[in-house]
């Protein structure tokens, strides 16, 4: 039985999200990941969600993205976000922006149909990724003559506490993907994440990194970049690179053996499932309000703490700023 998914209600809340394909095919090519990026952008500000950070790889995506609380949307916005998506009118929908705005104007039952509609898909991730994964297998499909379904299942989620260590940790393991899998040394070489558009100057992308980092060292964007995220991201002691750029399994383990300790930037090098199968991550404190609140629908018969990372390197002080999870991965949870 699948685990039901852990989210936030009635307030902003922060999600690492994630989809593979079908089979674990390596479909998307340059092009596919290109027009993945254009889409994950123009829904996002569709519909009124904030994308932190994301990679889109050959065969799955990861994306940092935060959902707002439910907020009134005036005609003028509803409007503009509607010619993102529709510009011009398609075989399947017949009204034009023009025709949906003298609808709004006479402001009568179809009106208020109309908004309701709109407003259903508006500030959840949920939705979100559903209208994300619908377009793109629209787009894929008739460009490459195939038909059927392109992701493997519903998408997984992990809910990020949204502040401190915790968020700027996720952020990095996420733009740390093509690294990981030996495609470039360096992130920012790698054009369909977030931290190498951040460094290619779209201010979309540094925004968002700049809310990862937090108020402790985002006054601008160079302060962000050089002061917290790069070095996270680069710092000294991170191991040589060959091949597949991440820390080899045995050395891992070995280190977990030993109680030994490795710097964060090489850890992040590896992957960790606490932070795609732990459903919540963040604080000892966070963690715990999420388990009471979740605990049935979670499928927890009993009483259950948070549970700590592997202590192979130092995720964070004791207390407020230490990184634990609501679930421990059945699997292997590195490697």
């Not at 003028?76 to 023009?98: C, G, H, M, N, V």
């Not at 709109?118 to 949920?126: E, W």
Request: aromatic content about 8%.
């Amino acid at each position: 039985m699948r685990s039901s998914r852990i989210k936030i209600h009635g307030e902003d809340a922060v999600y690492h999200c994630i989809s593979r394909t079908v089979n674990g095919e390596r479909l998307f090519d340059e092009d596919a990941k290109e027009m993945f990026r254009r889409q994950m952008w123009q829904i996002a500000d569709y519909c009124g969600v904030t994308i932190l950070t994301y990679a889109v790889m050959d065969n799955h995506f990861h994306v940092l993205v935060r959902g707002s609380k439910k907020a009134p949307v005036s005609d003028d916005e509803l409007l503009r976000r509607f010619r993102i998506l529709y510009p011009k009118p398609t075989r399947f929908q017949s009204a034009s922006p023009a025709a949906i705005e003298a609808l709004l104007k006479a402001d009568g039952a179809d009106a208020g149909a109309w908004r309701k509609q709109q407003l259903a898909l508006m500030s959840d991730v949920s939705a979100f990724m559903k209208l994300l994964k619908q377009r793109f297998t629209i787009w894929f499909n008739k460009t490459h003559a195939r038909f059927g379904t392109l992701w493997a299942e519903r998408f997984k989620s992990v809910l990020v506490q949204p502040t401190g260590r915790v968020i700027r940790t996720m952020a990095a393991y996420i733009d740390l993907n093509p690294v990981r899998a030996g495609l470039v040394e360096d992130p920012k070489d790698y054009r369909f994440c977030g931290y190498s558009e951040a460094v290619a100057g779209r201010n979309k992308a540094r925004a968002g990194l700049i809310e990862v980092v937090g108020e402790d060292y985002a006054r601008t964007w160079k302060c962000a970049h050089e002061d917290c995220y790069r070095p996270m991201l680069m710092g000294s002691g991170v191991m040589p690179r060959t091949g597949a750029a991440r820390v080899p399994d045995r050395l891992f383990e070995e280190t977990v053996r030993a109680n030994g300790k490795l710097p964060l930037m090489t850890v992040l090098r590896c992957r960790i499932r606490y932070f795609t199968e732990g459903a919540v991550l963040g604080g000892r404190e966070f963690v715990a309000r999420q388990i009471a609140l979740n605990r049935h629908k979670a499928g927890l018969r009993r009483a259950k703490q948070p549970q700590a990372l592997p202590p192979v390197c130092d995720w964070g002080d004791a207390g407020a700023d230490e990184i634990m999870v609501m679930r421990v991965p059945r699997r292997q949870a590195h490697g």
